[in-house]
């Protein structure tokens, strides 16, 4: 639960874990982890009361970026933060509008965001001048953005412009979150949101990046996420996950995957294991670890970590 931020969304879904059929103790953890999730998913909607407000004063078509957006429809998704995405120009205002109601900046800003903005007790506000996708404020498709109709008159990105958002946090910003089952859930939400031009349009901006083939595993799994039919594969990519987060945070998982991990780190590329661990150097961090890690496999003509990861059948039904 701690890694997959869905206990929240999975209640929500569920109605009940009572017929569920659960282990002994793990409803209870799940509920547990959900009352967690569930303030900052409060927090985060009555923020989103507040920007509604903000943009009515304003007049400014406020963008709700992210997990705000399906937050917005109404699922409980967990969020670090709630972005939102000012008008060209307009986002000193945005946040100014923001302080006056009690906000203040702290943290640092960063090449897409102001300085984060706070109340106690509360998530942080990020104020866009751009995102990540749409590197500059120029570039971001402004002609189709849609509203919110539950928080008239905040709007949304059209749906291909949202998944590519949603993507690119996934595949260029947080690779650790590939697997995560929270981050498919909002890629596979906006992808069947998207008609079939809006798809074919994604699948062309995907194809246009260096990375398309993360990007098409990315959405290859989200996709497998919501086809039952397929649920032994998107098991099978999730405790690629469990091992790719166990790798970078050194996490110690239970003894039959610490077992597989071990074969697959000797036996890995056929022979060349010992190259990889040389490439990779000292650990200096989770993140650090993870991207000098894609950097060596892409060295040896492999393109992700997680295609080396395949996971024996034992650990696919003794799943963590």
């Known amino acids: 639960m701690h890694q997959e931020r869905c206990a929240a969304l999975l209640l929500q879904r569920l109605g009940s874990l009572d017929s569920v059929g659960l282990e002994s103790g793990c409803a209870e953890v799940i509920r547990w982890y959900a009352a967690e999730?569930?303030?900052r998913i409060l927090s985060a909607k009555a923020h989103l009361l507040t920007i509604r407000q903000v943009a009515k004063d304003t007049g400014l078509p406020i963008v709700v970026l992210?997990?705000?957006v399906e937050l917005a429809l109404g699922s409980n998704v967990f969020v670090n933060d709630l972005d939102i995405l000012a008008p060209p120009e307009k986002e000193e205002s945005t946040a100014s509008a923001l302080d006056e109601l009690g906000f203040r900046p702290e943290f640092k800003g960063g090449q897409y965001h102001l300085q984060p903005r706070v109340v106690d007790h509360a998530l942080p506000i990020e104020v866009h001048r751009s995102v990540l996708g749409f590197d500059t404020a120029d570039q971001v498709p402004w002609g189709r953005v849609e509203p919110i109709l539950s928080l008239s008159?905040?709007?949304?990105?059209?749906?291909?412009?949202?998944?590519?958002?949603?993507?690119c946090q996934m595949v260029l910003k947080h690779p650790d979150r590939l697997y995560r089952i929270r981050d498919l859930f909002l890629l596979q939400r906006a992808l069947?949101?998207?008609?079939q031009s809006e798809r074919q349009s994604l699948e062309n901006r995907v194809a246009a990046h260096p990375l398309r083939v993360d990007f098409r595993r990315a959405i290859a799994t989200a996709n497998a996420g919501s086809d039952v039919s397929n649920?032994?594969?998107?098991?099978?990519?999730?405790n690629r996950g469990y091992l790719l987060v166990a790798r970078s945070f050194r996490i110690k998982l239970p003894g039959?995957?610490?077992?597989i991990e071990r074969r697959m780190l000797e036996t890995a590329f056929n022979g060349y294991g010992a190259e990889w661990r040389r490439k990779l150097g000292s650990h200096a961090g989770p993140f650090g670890h993870i991207q000098r890690t894609r950097r060596a496999i892409a060295q040896m003509g492999i393109t992700v970590l997680t295609e080396m990861l395949t996971l024996?059948?034992?650990?696919?039904e003794r799943q963590p």
Not at 231 to 238: E, G, I, M, T
Not at 312 to 316: A, P
């Open 231 to 238: 649920k032994k594969d998107l098991s099978r990519v999730l």
């Open 153 to 167: 008159p905040l709007v949304r990105l059209a749906w291909q412009d949202h998944a590519w958002t949603v993507l």
């Open 37 to 39: 999730e569930m303030k």
């Open 192 to 195: 069947s949101a998207c008609t």
């Open 256 to 259: 039959s995957a610490n077992t």
């Open 312 to 316: 024996d059948s034992c650990l696919l």
């Open 66 to 68: 992210k997990g705000g």
